[in-house]
């Protein structure tokens, strides 16, 4: 029998164990031991996850139908905050941060039908009295620690597959009720697990409520939330737009919180082509915007062309974000181009930079360094040196011809130290610029 | 892949037995002993068909012999003084699976902690065992810290660990802490092992083939065995 087979085979029977134990409500100590365990343990395998999501929903159930209309229980469910587990150097050392009592932990078995226990337990003591809703209390958080709490963004996901049912919206509700940021963070990682089952919109829907109780982010609920919508935004978009642009403010995401840049580069432009994305899109994310489509990950993404979105900042005079959106509208228009369109980007590039003239370096560079098909590259080279020549000729008249040489400048200030004469015929390198001069 | 046969394992358990008890009744070649109080750490005594009386008293002896009147470990008797140690303990607590007459049979010696104060992990644990459960009643199990305790050991500890569990009476669980450090070790039969008793304590049903072969630590231990002493235990 080779010994990971024996693992799985293992694991499989025991969640047929676990399951049965959330929904009959006996054993709820040992399973507690037994989950904490399985928190703890640092080499999980993968298919540990689907299980653990199939316990995580089963627990609402039960536990409402035992006491779910005892308010009581259902603070604790959504407010305590189960001990936490310490690592392996807190565990050796004396000192360590070990939080659960050790004399917690004695008999286990046989005597495991709850109320049996606890009326014959010496740990009974000094407890509270209803044991099955106390029992109750941690599964929710642990169940859903043991699955997601290690999802990572780089983890094959293809291999992995969560059963839903109709019992995940219950702990959905449960979880992102709790106003425990590690909770939220849990069941937030289900949808980097397996975001494709979903109904479009629902994470954001989820985490939206999160957003009106609590500011700012914890880190511990912003980088899955980031990897989320990195992972199914088009679908949110699509569903829910305002709400998830509204997250996107809220998270402030920056380049370093990105897996993959490209996704975000096209997920900011779609953000923005929405009704309400150019008024709602926070100034932060233009200058991401700005960043990352003029680097290495912008992608042609065609239809991102968007002349609506660029005659609105033209008409609002939204010259900073107009520089953006054009820089986006450049590398993303298709070829060939209607005449048309490049004819109405022509103009509101020329107006740009007659208003901006620090924007025409940058449109040069585009055309070195952008992702433009050729025919671009000759337009935005005549656009670029229309704006330069209508901008040379509205400037006041330039001041008389001078020649600078650094050279000559320099060989004057050292001279006396290098013992050498100034140069006295050098032939000027650098000029200012001078009317009708076009070799800029 | 190894395809585990119950009739098989279970005839060896019994033929191990046999051969333990030989060797430390009539052999004095101390490999031989060595060997022999080794395995009598893995057997499942009083299980299957093996009622055989294992030599308790010669391998609690044996363990004395480790430690001189001051109750230090001799020199170069750490090897004997674990794995005897281990034996008494594999017997006692399978003794008290069975009943509180046959675990009367079996006590544990009285131990004395400073006898291993400087001694490795390993033989610390089992002591502090030893400890535990010298007087009567239901087995108390520690976990070894997995950051100072060797796999083997941890092994044979929930090997242990599973047998009572599926014996019963349930044993009596010491120190969370250690508990929830094995969840830290890179060992995965250990983890199996715990697993395994978490479903067996939830009420799961556990087939006989499985829990014989979920040790698979008794095939490799028993290869240890010298031939000289096979042969003749064989001859008996």
């Known amino acids: ?93 004396t000192t360590g941060g070990i939080q659960f009592a050790e004399e917690e932990f004695s008999e286990v078995g046989h005597r495991c039908n709850s109320l049996r226990l606890d009326d014959t337990s010496h740990r009974a003591r000094g407890r509270p009295q209803n044991p099955i809703s106390d029992r109750y209390v941690n599964l929710l958080p642990t169940t859903l620690e043991i699955g997601f709490r290690r999802v990572t963004p780089g983890r094959d996901r293809s291999a992995l597959h969560l059963d839903h049912t109709p019992h995940h919206n219950r702990m959905f509700e449960t979880a992102f009720s709790s106003d425990d940021d590690e909770v939220v963070a849990d069941a937030v990682s289900v949808w980097i697990v397996d975001g494709d089952w979903a109904p479009p919109g629902s994470s954001v829907r989820y985490l939206a409520k999160r957003v009106k109780k609590v500011t700012p982010f914890a880190p511990i609920l912003r980088r899955p939330s980031i990897l989320v919508i990195e992972r199914i935004w088009r679908n949110e978009l699509e569903a829910s737009g305002l709400e998830t642009i509204r997250l996107l403010n809220r998270l402030d995401i920056d380049v370093d919180d990105m897996v993959e840049r490209d996704v975000w580069v096209e997920l900011l432009v779609r953000a923005t082509c929405l009704p309400a994305g150019l008024e709602t899109l926070s100034s932060h ?106 901008q040379l000729s509205s400037e006041p008249p330039p001041p008389p011809y001078v020649s600078f040489c650094p050279a000559q400048h320099l060989s004057i200030l050292i001279s006396p130290f290098l013992r050498l004469s100034p140069p006295t015929h050098v032939q000027p390198f650098v000029s200012l610029p001078f009317g009708g001069d076009d070799t800029f | 892949v190894r395809v585990w046969n119950l009739e098989t394992i279970l005839r060896q358990n019994v033929d191990n037995a046999r051969c333990v008890s030989w060797i430390l009744r009539n052999i ?173 304590l939830l009420g799961g049903h556990v087939e006989e083939e499985t829990i014989w072969a979920v040790d698979k630590s008794y095939v490799a231990v028993s290869l240890s065995i010298p031939s000289s002493a096979r042969l003749n235990c064989a001859c008996q």
């Open chain 1, 285 to 390: 994310y233009w200058s991401l915007l700005d960043k990352l489509a003029s680097g290495p990950d912008f992608r042609w993404m065609p239809g991102s062309c968007n002349i609506e979105v660029m005659g609105a900042l033209e008409k609002a005079e939204g010259w900073d974000k107009l520089e953006v959106w054009l820089v986006v509208v450049w590398q993303s228009l298709d070829y060939p181009t209607p005449s048309s369109t490049m004819e109405d980007v022509g103009q509101v590039t020329l107006k740009l930079l007659l208003q901006r003239a620090s924007a025409l370096l940058r449109f040069r560079d585009l055309q070195v360094d952008g992702n433009l098909h050729y025919p671009h590259v000759v337009e935005l080279r005549r656009i670029c040196d229309q704006a330069q020549m209508e």
């Open chain 2, 28 to 200: 004095t070649d101390p490999e031989a002993i060595d060997s022999a109080i080794r395995l009598a750490g893995t057997i499942r005594w009083f299980d299957g068909d093996s009622d055989h009386d294992p030599p308790f008293d010669l391998i609690v002896f044996t363990f004395e012999a480790c430690f001189d009147s001051n109750r230090q470990l001799y020199s170069g008797m750490r090897d004997r003084a674990y794995f005897s140690a281990r034996a008494i303990l594999q017997i006692n607590m399978m003794a008290r699976a069975q009943s509180h007459e046959r675990a009367s049979k079996y006590p544990i010696p009285a131990v004395s902690s400073t006898s291993v104060q400087d001694t490795d992990p390993d033989l610390r644990h089992v002591i502090s065992m030893l400890k535990h459960n010298f007087a009567p009643g239901i087995p108390i199990l520690d976990f070894p810290m997995v950051d100072t305790n060797t796999h083997a050991h941890s092994l044979w500890m929930s090997n242990l660990f599973v047998d009572l569990t599926h014996a019963g009476p349930n044993p009596t669980l010491r120190s969370y802490g250690s508990y929830l450090s094995s969840a830290f070790t890179d060992h995965q039969p250990t983890v199996s092992n715990t697993h395994l008793v978490w479903y067996m």
């Open chain 1, 1 to 93: 029998v080779h010994a990971s087979d024996s693992l799985e085979t293992i694991l499989s029977y025991l969640s047929t164990r676990v399951m049965n134990t959330i929904t009959d409500g006996t054993c709820l100590r040992d399973l507690h031991y037994l989950l904490e365990f399985l928190s703890a343990w640092e080499n999980q395998p993968e298919c540990l996850v689907p299980m653990a999501y199939q316990w995580s929903c089963a627990v609402p159930e039960p536990a409402e139908r035992l006491e779910w209309n005892n308010f009581t229980l259902r603070r604790k469910i959504l407010l305590q905050l189960r001990p936490r587990l310490q690592y392996p150097d807190q565990f050796s050392g």
